[in-house]
């Protein structure tokens, strides 16, 4: 039974925390006066017969995917941490490999513009971008966010998302488009 | 080591098809034709080489020419040839067959297709493997092996259900193989289990006939009616023969003298030695089964015969009396009885053989097997209804032809141990002569009808096609000798072994004195040169 | 863990049960430090495949992006044919026995039977990478990602093979039904390939939960995971109230019977096989069967051979309703693919009848059969890939139609396969059969023999109907008897042309139809009927050589011994 009790404890003290914290809240927090206008979408406007669709793009469960793997990677770097010492030269060795493989697959994701975000982007792909893939517009592409890049250089008339526009994605291997569709 | 003459009967079909399938499509067209029909005819010198080298004399009951290579060396299976008295003249038949039925041509326009000779070249490979192989694995391969090129002449035809009839032919024939595969196995494992430590298992009919004559007589009857059902079905006997008929008729005319004359055999074939040899004991107690279905297949299939409106199909159910007559003399016993069975196999292959060939040649005149349409051909094609007439009279078993012959020795040899369905047998040669004789009443007497009129006689081609198989039935009529001694001392010996194995059974008067039935079953074959190890071997563990 | 907790008592017995001791896992001998020695050549075909991967990855983040026409395949084969020598150089070297250990802290068994499914599963990606290349080509589908996912599979698939208990097993399953999963939508504008993989992703989860609830009772009946440790227990311990573990082993079955498509859990494979992209199918059902029986005969064999006898009914029941039910499906359907998908269900069947043997010759009987049918499933595919046009537009019976003569040596190539499937001799097929066939009947099983074999005759019906149509002529559904009718363009050269003959090509033809389509509804005869073009297929090269290789395979091991020697000395080198 001994064992258990520091499990025992957590529950617990995880218990009073959630607990804890809405009473707090209760307590400490302002209370306003609710009335129906109050509670309405956006406190005013017309209320809505049914619920609006929620939407959200497919990118949000792309980010979070991402986020998966490089979660996981960091699950893994704990336990070594707390072994390394017994681990040792092995333990470090394979943890680089893991790291490795991870960092490989991050690069991949750059590479089909996982993380380029903006409307620029949107544009890019609709059009189908000219490819721009090479060893450095990768590289380039992770050290230097926003950097405009040579290739970009007709959206550079666009400022900002010009940036993200020369990271388009690169799925469209068509070749390039007429800018001035674009660039319009 | 001599020249491995059984080797090449078995491969250069083979060869000769492999060489078909790859000529150049710019090749001429009679190439094909040439190098079928040449392989045909130098593959029926060497079987004829084979049957004269052949020793007589009780001293060569066993195999000979055997030839044996290791083949799936952990499972005990080799590549194990051999021919005695039993196969050799199967062996001669197909030789002289197929060469003939490659001549005819599926289709009356036009050159032979280079499929056609290609199966058929397969089919003939096929066959010599089934009738030469000593080991039962080889022997199954060979055996279904058959069922591919078989499948594929009968699609060849012209028949208008061909599909139809190659499906059921390969469906039926590959599910009574089921039976076959599971009985071959169990045979091996049931043999292995009792081998004495140390001999290696094997797949060769020595060793398996050694162990299987001493499994206990539940298990043997059990592997006999599996072994059985296989071969029934390819035979056709009576219950399994539904197949038969739409084979025979919607095959080329080649194709149903193959499918006839040869591939029907290598089920009786198949019966005598992977059955009765193996499973003696067994196939005493469950003879008044097989006697029956054969006696029945006589007289049914007789009877079905004289029914048909169609000449082809005639000539289809006529098999099923002739298989059921093999059968009865089989299950007899007696040296006679299964010497008659095995030549009554060859006259057979001939005289079956030679009708289908007829059929064919009428069916080329008249595009029509309704014995309605055809009649009066006698007048018109005098030759051609002389020599149907010769063919038919050796199917009917006319003294001084082959078929005489195969029947008497059929006929006495079982009198002597199962009279009663002996006595229904011969009904069936009475009922053979009634059929065969009307349909070659209705077909080449009478007045010719005008559509009949202008058809020409036998061509010279046709009168070479059947030359050879007219010589062969008279030659065994007038001068059986160089048969009957081939055939006997085999037979001899599987008789004493069948007494070895069973002494209860006491075969009356089996004309070769009781001398021989002193013989213990490890000598009942005689062990080729390469095998006298695992021989010694077996001998010594012998419970 | 359990390999911290388990070592001192049996961890260390288990080193008893290896020839060597030194080899065993370290844990036992250096309890101070706890490095792991990695014996590397144990897991160098994992390691090859999964570098080639990573490459593969890195190359087409790095590379400018544009199309290279067979440089992902030729990688992929590369690893293939690497993967498939390290399993040739790996054999060799265990034949010495002393060579045979467990490594990699206890997880991974270095034997014979590694080897082997290294050598199939580099065999198989080297071909399912050959066969991909041009199809996703047409289909616009090309990039590196399937060759990832492909080599992703097969590392998992040959871990599944090497496990040396649940936990690793689980470890190659996930890792192989998640790449196989994807594969399976990968054809993005094809709305059936979405619909299977999510199909398949759903069912495959599920199966994953069953499995590993299953080997969490195991564990809570037997107190490890790991094979030996299993076996030990159960050999020392009588199980008197053994509930707990039978229903582990129960959903064990259940969990790995999905993945091979054993009836009853094979309801995800008609739909699956009939959805995802053609190449991919025949390189699944070559590997996920083999991954699938591989775990199952290793849980089985080492783990649990103590109760065979609670194991053995169900896997009777399982091989029954596998080769019934498979046979019998396959003769009714009009889809091609889902007529080879039934036949592959009933293929698994034979398998698990040589499983169900329990024996050294059930043993090599199961890995010679799953080895062959690996070239006969991935050929056959290749050829349906062929047929079936772009777009996938044609998957139905009619689409081989007239293949005889429209590319006379790739019908020939698929009718060798076929026949190999039906267990024709002289095919590796025939031979397949034969090994299961003759370990039941070792044992005396000779009612499941003759069911074997019937439901061998069922099905061969299935594959005859295949291999007619191919020779039925491919000319458009002829005009019925009575009517008029013209000359058909695909004449075939047997067709009776000639004036006054009973029949022509009409009838001929309606006859074959007729019995190609007996047995199938109205719509679907129909639909198998609808003639195709009768262009000649362009056969791309790497297509063409893979289905070479197969068909030249099938025959190799129908006639020879090499393959058959190799099945031969798997030996059950760790059973006691």
């Known amino acids: ?184 | 080591m001599s020249f491995p003459i059984l080797d090449v009967v078995v491969l250069l079909p083979l060869g000769a098809a492999l060489a078909i399938a790859l000529l150049p499509r710019q090749a001429p067209m009679a190439l094909p034709k040439w190098l079928g029909l040449g392989s045909g005819v130098v593959e029926l010198g060497f079987v004829l080489w084979t049957v004269v080298a052949f020793k007589t004399g009780n001293n060569h009951a066993g195999f000979q020419f055997t030839s044996r290579e290791p083949w799936f060396g952990p499972l005990g299976i080799s590549w194990y040839l051999g021919v005695d008295g039993i196969s050799l003249f199967l062996v001669a038949v197909t030789a002289l067959l197929f060469p003939i039925a490659m001549a005819t041509r599926p289709s009356p326009e036009g050159a032979l297709p280079r499929s056609y000779l290609g199966w058929m070249l397969v089919l003939e490979s096929a066959c010599m493997a089934s009738f030469l192989s000593l080991d039962a694995f080889l022997f199954f391969i060979a055996f279904e092996v058959t069922l591919v090129p078989g499948y594929f002449v009968i699609l060849g035809g012209l028949g208008e259900r061909r599909a139809y009839a190659a499906t059921k032919f390969f469906l039926y024939t590959f599910a009574g193989s089921a039976f076959l595969f599971v009985g071959i196995l169990a045979t091996y494992l049931l043999v292995a289990a009792r081998l004495p430590a140390g001999s290696p298992a094997s797949f060769d009919i020595i060793t398996l006939a050694r162990g299987a004559m001493h499994l206990p007589l539940a298990d043997q009857e059990l592997l006999l009616v599996a072994f059985g059902v296989a071969f029934a079905v390819k035979m056709p006997l009576v219950p399994f023969h539904t197949w038969m008929p739409d084979a025979y008729t919607q095959a080329p005319t080649g194709g149903s003298m193959v499918l006839s004359g040869i591939l029907f055999k290598l089920g009786a074939y198949g019966i005598l030695r992977w059955g009765i040899f193996l499973f003696p004991r067994a196939a005493v107690d469950l003879a008044p089964l097989a006697l029956t279905l054969g006696a029945v297949g006589v007289v049914w299939g007789s009877v079905v015969a004289a029914m048909q409106r169609d000449l082809k199909r005639l000539v289809a159910y006529g098999t099923v009396a002739g298989v059921g007559f093999i059968v009865v003399g089989l299950f007899g016993f007696t040296v006679q009885g299964i010497t008659g069975g095995v030549v009554e196999m060859v006259n057979h292959g001939l005289s079956i053989g030679g009708l289908f060939l007829l059929v064919g040649m009428v069916w080329e005149r008249r595009r029509t097997h309704e014995l309605d349409q055809l009649g009066g051909l006698q007048t018109v094609a005098p030759v051609l209804g002389w020599v149907f007439m010769a063919v038919l009279l050796s199917a009917v078993g006319l003294p001084g032809l082959n078929g005489f012959i195969g029947e008497l020795l059929v006929l006495l040899g079982t009198f002597i141990t199962h009279r009663w369905w002996a006595v229904v047998a011969t009904s069936g040669a009475l009922l053979g002569a009634i059929y065969l004789l009307w349909a070659y009443q209705r077909v080449f007497h009478g007045p010719a009808k005008a559509v009949n009129a202008g058809i020409r006689d036998m061509t010279w081609g046709e009168r070479a096609a059947i030359a050879p198989l007219l010589a062969g039935i008279v030659f065994i009529g007038v001068y059986p000798q160089p048969l009957l001694s081939r055939i006997q001392p085999a037979v001899d010996h599987l008789v004493a072994h069948i007494e070895y194995a069973d002494p209860s059974l006491k075969i009356p008067s089996s004309g070769q004195g009781h001398g021989t039935f002193a013989v213990p079953a490890n000598q009942v074959v005689d062990v080729p040169a390469g095998t006298t190890s695992s021989a010694a071997a077996g001998r010594g563990g012998r419970p | 863990m359990t390999i911290f907790a388990g070592t001192a008592g049996p961890g260390c017995t288990i080193s008893n049960l290896v020839t060597s001791e030194a080899k065993v896992s370290g844990l036992c001998t250096a309890k101070g430090s706890l490095s792991i020695p990695v014996e590397y050549r144990s897991i160098a075909p994992v390691l090859i495949l999964g570098v080639a991967a990573l490459v593969l990855l890195v190359l087409s983040a790095t590379l400018p992006k544009r199309r290279y026409p067979g440089l992902w395949a030729g990688l992929t084969a590369l690893a293939g044919i690497a993967t498939t020598v390290d399993g040739i150089v790996q054999w060799a070297n265990l034949d010495n026995p002393a060579n045979t250990a467990l490594t990699v802290g206890g997880q991974v068994l270095y034997d014979h039977f590694s080897a082997f499914f290294a050598i199939l599963f580099g065999c198989a990606t080297t071909l399912g990478a050959a066969i991909s290349d041009s199809y996703l080509s047409r289909e616009a589908l090309d990039g590196p990602e399937p060759y990832v996912l492909m080599l992703a599979c097969s590392a998992g698939a040959v871990l599944m093979a090497e496990a040396a208990g649940l936990i690793t097993l689980f470890l190659g399953l996930e890792v192989l039904s998640i790449s196989l999963y994807t594969m399976t939508a990968y054809h993005r504008r094809r709305a059936a390939s979405g619909e299977a993989g999510l199909k398949y992703f759903i069912l495959g989860s599920f199966s994953s939960a069953v499995f590993i609830y299953g080997a969490a009772l195991v564990y809570g009946a037997t107190g490890s995971t790991q094979y030996f440790e299993i076996f030990q227990f159960l050999t020392g311990t009588v199980v008197v109230h053994d509930g707990v573990l039978l229903a582990g082993m129960a959903l064990l079955v259940a969990g790995l019977g999905f993945k091979v498509a054993a009836v009853p859990f094979h309801f995800w494979a008609p739909d699956v096989y009939q959805g995802a992209p053609t190449p991919f199918v025949g390189y699944m059902a070559a590997v996920a069967k083999a991954a699938g029986f591989a775990g199952l005969l290793r849980a089985l064999m080492l783990a649990l051979p103590t109760q065979v006898s609670s194991w053995r009914p169900a896997i009777w029941v399982l091989a029954v309703a596998s080769v019934l039910v498979g046979s019998v499906m396959a003769l009714v359907q009009a889809d091609l693919k889902r007529l080879l998908a039934y036949s592959s269900i009933s293929q698994a069947g034979y398998v698990l009848i040589g499983l169900q043997a329990g024996t050294q010759a059930g043993w090599s009987a199961a890995s010679f059969y799953l080895f062959t049918y690996l070239f006969m499933v991935v050929g056959t595919f290749a050829v349906v890939g062929l047929t079936q046009g772009r777009g996938e537009v044609r998957n139905d019976l009619g689409s081989i139609r007239g293949l005889g003569q429209r590319n006379p040596w790739l019908a020939g190539g698929m009718l060798v396969l076929l026949l190999a499937q039906a267990g024709v001799p002289l095919t590796s097929g025939f031979l397949g059969k034969w090994l299961v066939i003759s370990a039941v009947i070792g044992k005396g099983q000779y009612e499941l023999a003759l069911i074997g074999m019937v439901g061998a005759a069922i099905a061969a019906f299935a594959y005859l109907r295949v291999a007619l149509l191919m020779y039925v002529p491919a000319a458009p559904t002829p005009a019925r008897p009575g009517q008029p009718r013209g000359e058909g363009g695909g004449e075939p050269a047997v067709a009776p042309t000639g004036p006054g003959a009973p029949s022509g090509l009409a009838e001929v033809a309606g006859d074959l139809e007729a019995l190609a389509t007996a047995g199938l509804g109205a719509t679907a005869t129909a639909v198998a009927l609808r003639a195709p073009s009768t262009a000649r297929l362009r056969v791309p090269r790497a297509t063409a050589a893979a289905i070479a290789v197969c068909v030249a395979f099938t025959v190799f091991a129908g006639v020879s011994t090499p393959v058959l020697s190799l099945a031969h000395s798997i030996g059950l080198t760790w059973s006691l």
């Open chain 1, 1 to 184: 039974m001994d064992q258990y009790l520091p499990l025992l404890l957590i529950f617990a003290l995880g218990l009073v925390f959630a607990v804890g914290s809405f009473a707090a809240s209760r307590m400490l927090g302002p209370r306003p006066r609710l009335n129906p206008a109050k509670l309405g979408p956006f406190e005013s406007g017309i209320a809505p017969r049914r619920e609006p669709p929620a939407r959200f793009p497919v990118r949000f469960y792309l980010v979070a995917m991402i986020f998966i793997i490089f979660d996981i990677e960091i699950v893994f770097l704990y336990p070594l941490a707390v072994m390394f010492n017994q681990l040792g030269l092995f333990g470090l060795v394979e943890m680089a490999s893991f790291a490795l493989v991870v960092f490989v697959a991050f690069a991949y994701l750059v590479s089909e513009g996982a993380l380029d975000w903006g409307p620029g982007k949107r544009a890019g792909s609709r059009s189908g971008a000219p490819v721009t893939r090479s060893v450095s517009a990768t590289v380039r592409r992770v050290s230097r966010p926003g950097a405009p890049t040579p290739q970009a250089s007709p959206w550079a008339a666009r400022g900002g998302e010009a940036a993200a526009a020369a990271g388009g994605p690169a799925a469209s291997p068509a070749s390039a488009a007429p800018k001035a569709r674009v660039v319009g």
